[in-house]
């Protein structure tokens, strides 16, 4: 038997849902699974390492990387260019390797054109109101970007529908055991 | 918002590799899951019950409910007649409650194309050996009987890409957590 395809498993929600914390824990339990690495143009945080959160690259590099083709999908959200490689994805799958996209809505709509296959996850605030407390209660951003976060969240709230399925994040631990079934649920899936 | 359609999840698999065990831990974890109760010729063993395992009917009145299209499926099966009765599943699913299907691969391939609907599930016997020991332990069935189900389970496991998921019950536990995940996946699908 040769060795299967591995699962794509893309993960998408409006800032401050809680994605980057499950995919953490999913990371933790299963080892085969690896993160897709994004180029960006913004600035690392302090905390950020290149090659592992992104690659840091800028402006006139990524605008190289579009004109070469070298994008699954790629997108300028709040002011910054983020976008995902397509040889490095295709390989890993390729191998055998699942590979988790902690990615914007806008991006998740390009991926579900040039993927071949994947699983697509929308993560669902409780509500608005929570989302806000959650966003305030991180802190890292200023008053004005998090009422940019809260209208695009709205917008892409409506979009969630495009998915394939979707998790309402109003407990930690039940939202994780449903990430951790699609994920289960998608190894066992019979593909053509 | 109105009541969610309830989640079709169709058990297939040769006969002794544990489909009845993994619905009843299922049934007994999760309360919305309703049996799909068939109707057969087939005479009632000592511990089953008319309307919980079966409905048993004479092949006379079998082949009427045939006339009158009364089956989401019907098969033969060594010999005796089983069939699915369409309007109570169709109302049970409408009503938003799950509904199980313990199922042969005839009778599987039949309801794909009568049901809108509905999870696929194929559980596969970690080996032809392994499933004769089964069905020689459970011993209910004459030596020539477990010939022709191991003959029968042969072309059922040629037909298993044709569901959307395998489960290989090589392990109780695994594979009732598989299934677990598959149903509670399902639960969580953007359905249009």
Redesign the interface.
């Known amino acids: 038997m040769t060795k299967n395809r591995g699962v794509a498993l893309i993960v998408s929600g409006p800032s401050g849902v809680g994605k980057g914390t499950l995919i953490s824990m999913l990371m933790k339990e299963f080892k085969n699974i690896k993160f897709s690495v994004s180029y960006t143009t913004r600035k690392p945080r302090e905390d950020e390492i290149n090659g592992v959160h992104y690659f840091f690259v800028s402006k006139e590099e990524f605008q190289k990387m579009i004109e070469q083709d070298k994008f699954a999908e790629w997108a300028q959200v709040h002011g910054n260019f983020y976008g995902t490689p397509k040889q490095e994805i295709e390989q890993k799958l390729r191998q055998g390797v699942d590979v988790i996209f902690d990615i914007d809505v806008q991006g998740a709509r390009q991926l579900r054109g040039t993927l071949s296959d994947g699983e697509f996850v ?1 993560i669902m605030p409780p509500s608005m109101d929570e989302l806000e407390k959650r966003l305030i209660k991180r802190s890292s951003d200023s008053h004005l970007e998090i009422e940019i976060r809260l209208k695009n969240a709205e917008q892409e709230v409506k979009q ?8 309402v994040n109003d407990d930690l631990e039940r939202a994780y ?2 990430l ?3 994920y ?3 190894k ?3 593909r ?1």
């Open positions: 929308f969630s529908s495009f998915f394939d399925y979707i998790i055991e449903s951790r079934c699609i289960l649920a998608s066992l899936k019979v053509s």
